[in-house]
């Protein structure tokens, strides 16, 4: 069935992504009580599909489904998979890795908040003497990459010494799932989480965290700090009963079953490159119009770009931002502590051409109200 084709924006925003129209017309289905049987195939079949993306053994790693958004992920995986008496040792070199700090302090948990620059990614030597120095870690978090600088964090690494002290690796991988290649196995990883918004490409809504399945049901034993984002209470009603425990964002799961559809055709290393490739068509257009960014190249994700504002008076982020959003395009604000910056990110269904035209789009707008790229 054809359906009309939908306004295009390209979003150069860190997620909700640029989607298909068939992602967004695939919730356009005939009413569904989420109780059916019928609905529960799908998440069972999604949540398996949601493992294999990241090379996970069905039969050693699980998906708990939550309704909401990523940061749902960082509460179910701080407060549910702590034992009595240990701790969290948090590597904190952002402002997501700090907000499972922040989720920590709320529920009054034991922890170490580790933190560290934010300009550079994570040194693995600091990791490991904070791990040595404190026998009550128990569970070891970091961001693989922090959506705010762009920084790539090394968790390959950072899990090798993880286990090597016998500690759970939980990784934030909500910007990287589905665009950089993960294996749970090769990087170490114990539980990852993400978001059907982001790499997918699908509709904001759905949430989810992908773990080790003994360590999931061993974590039934350990204080109950939620009831609604407790991750064994969340697994062990969909493994017996094959809902989700409270209601399910339908609509998005079967926005995510199709854009699951379209990443599995696309492939996991063909859709990576298309993501670098739009990275590097973002560098290309900033190089041409003299920008500067902070983080160094060889730091980043290739999916997030910090970029200075430009020493001119004229410069008003918002006026720049409204006059490329009544145009289709849409920029981000910065999120590195007082540095003024915006963000540009690649992720999304775009293409280098649409990168080209953003430009195009940018560099009319910079003449036209009198703004000269300078440091």
């Known amino acids: 069935m054809e359906y009309p ?99 920590a302090e709320y529920y009054h948990m034991d922890h170490v908040n580790l933190k560290l620059p934010i300009t550079e990614p994570i040194d693995v030597d600091k990791a490991e003497e904070a791990i040595k120095a404190d026998p009550d870690i128990a569970v070891v978090y970091c961001c693989h990459h922090e959506t705010g600088t762009g920084i790539l964090n090394p968790i390959r690494e950072i899990g090798a010494v993880a286990h090597k002290y016998g500690k759970v690796m939980v990784v934030d991988t909500t910007s990287t799932y589905a665009m950089i290649p993960i294996d749970m196995d090769k990087d170490n990883l114990d539980f990852i989480m993400a978001s059907a918004q982001k790499g997918l490409m699908s509709m904001t809504g759905l949430s989810y965290v992908i773990g080790n399945t003994e360590m999931i049901e061993a974590s039934k034993d350990y204080p109950t700090r939620s009831y609604y984002t407790n991750l064994f209470m969340q697994y062990d009603f969909i493994k017996n009963k094959g809902e989700m425990h409270f209601t399910p964002p339908v609509q998005t799961i079967y926005a995510t079953r199709q854009a699951i559809k379209e990443y599995w055709e696309e492939g996991e290393e063909g859709k990576w490159a298309r993501h670098q490739s739009v990275w590097e068509a973002l560098y290309k257009g900033l190089d041409k119009l003299g920008f500067k960014t902070i983080i160094p190249r060889e730091f980043q994700s290739k999916l997030v770009i910090s970029v200075l504002y430009p020493n001119d008076p004229n410069w008003d982020f918002t006026r720049v931002h409204d006059y490329l959003y009544e145009r289709g395009f849409t920029i981000y604000p910065g999120k590195v502590s007082d540095l003024p910056t915006f963000r540009l990110c690649a992720l999304g269904i775009i293409v280098p051409k649409d990168i080209e035209d953003f430009f195009e789009c940018l560099e009319t707008g910079l003449n036209e109200m009198n703004i000269k790229v300078q440091y």
């Open 5 to 103: 084709k939908v306004k295009r924006n390209v979003l150069l925003n860190p997620g909700p992504a640029t989607t298909t129209d068939t992602v967004k017309y695939a919730q356009v289905v005939p009413d569904i009580c989420p109780r059916e049987k019928e609905f529960g195939d799908i998440m069972k079949k999604m949540g398996e599909d949601l493992v294999k993306i990241v090379h996970g053994d069905l039969n050693k790693y699980t998906a708990v489904l939550f309704t909401g958004s990523g940061t749902i992920n960082i509460d179910a995986c701080v407060n549910s998979l702590v034992p009595e008496g240990k701790k969290i040792l948090v590597l904190n070199n952002g402002a997501y890795s700090g907000r499972a700090a922040e989720v």
